[in-house]
């Protein structure tokens, strides 16, 4: 069935630093990729999406690069805020087959140290 | 456009005793989606409707669930005889026919079972 895998949590950084949450996936079709951020307190928000292979997507200076050949959908960020610190989540959607469902993955927690 | 709202925000009930949840989507958006989060997981599906259709259950949604969208606006997602197994978020998103894909979620309402 289809699936979505991504990097347990939680990932601590420093302000400034690098990000890199992993996601993999696994799907009939050819699904569409996204990222969701989930802030304390919050609902879900749409944060990028792609819906072809080579798309990237990018928002807010996230950004994330449909692979088809290593199907994987990893989401980075070249410097993160305080701000940024949220749950992320990785998800697929898989068209007329799967009804438009959205399938999550468990969510990595991030905390940005100042 | 306000997006899509839930109520109520929170509920805490015994068990034993029916909950019933209302989700108001986007106003132009045909699609309404039902979701289930529990701690430390990503959102489940539960359910969609097409207007007032609804087209769609996943076999977590057990004979004491039922959800309905009469009129093809806001849906209801009741639950009887509720157990502790029950205690989740439940989420309700929406989205265009034309872009199902892209989905709108709600704050969700978290369902305390004692």
């Known amino acids: 069935g289809n699936s979505v895998t991504q990097m347990e949590g939680p990932v601590t950084l420093s302000e400034e630093a690098f990000l890199t949450i992993n996601c993999t996936y696994t799907?009939?079709?050819?699904?569409?990729l996204f990222w969701y951020v989930q802030y304390p307190g919050e609902g879900l928000q749409l944060l990028l999406k792609?819906?072809?292979?080579?798309d990237k997507g990018s928002n807010k200076g996230f950004e994330a690069t449909y692979r088809k050949e290593t199907t994987s959908f990893h989401l980075e960020k070249g410097s993160v805020q305080v701000s940024d610190s949220a749950v992320y989540f990785c998800a697929l959607s898989t068209g007329n087959t799967g009804g438009f469902k959205t399938i999550f993955g468990a969510g990595t927690r991030l905390f940005v140290k100042a | 456009d306000t997006g899509v709202s839930q109520d109520p925000r929170h509920k805490i009930t015994k068990r034993g005793q029916n909950v019933t949840f209302r989700c108001d989507p986007i106003?132009?958006?045909?699609?309404l989606y039902w979701y289930r989060q529990t701690l430390g997981q990503g959102p489940e599906f539960l359910t969609y409707?097409?207007?007032?259709?609804?087209?769609?259950k996943s076999r977590l949604l057990s004979d004491r669930f039922s959800a309905e969208r009469p009129k093809g606006s806001f849906s209801t997602l009741e639950i009887q005889r509720t157990e502790q197994g029950d205690s989740a978020m439940y989420l309700c998103?929406?989205?265009?026919?034309?872009?199902?894909?892209?989905?709108?979620f709600g704050p969700g309402t978290r369902l305390t079972v004692l």
């Open positions: 409707f097409q207007n007032e259709a609804q087209l769609e």
């Open positions: 998103a929406s989205s265009m026919t034309e872009r199902p894909d892209t989905q709108y």
């Open positions: 792609a819906t072809k292979a080579d």
């Open positions: 799907a009939t079709g050819y699904p569409s």
């Open positions: 106003s132009e958006h045909n699609r």
